[in-house]
């Protein structure tokens, strides 16, 4: 699973950018779930400048909603 992997990379960048201020969220998306005839897992990382959001809570389903 490319989450779980054992060198914490995901980590590493999610808590980078955090303390830069932005909010991060991800979601492991898979070329199979669109058509594609091939088995291929990618990860896309989404960060938003906290000073971009202001008072608005975003909301995790404009990244991670159903497709």
């Known amino acids: 699973d490319?989450?779980?992997k054992?060198?914490?990379t995901?980590?590493?960048v999610k808590s980078?950018?955090?303390d830069l201020n932005?909010?991060?969220f991800h979601k492991v998306l898979n070329a199979r779930?669109?058509?594609v005839p091939q088995n291929r897992e990618?990860?896309?990382?989404?960060?938003?400048?906290?000073?971009?959001?202001?008072h608005r809570k975003l909301e995790m389903i404009v990244f991670l909603g159903q497709f």
């Open 6 to 8: 054992k060198d914490g």
């Open 42 to 54: 990618r990860i896309y990382i989404v960060g938003i400048h906290k000073t971009k959001l202001g």
């Open 16 to 18: 980078v950018l955090e």
């Open 33 to 35: 779930d669109f058509g």
């Open 22 to 24: 932005y909010s991060v």
């Open 2 to 4: 490319i989450i779980s």
């Open 10 to 12: 995901l980590q590493i």
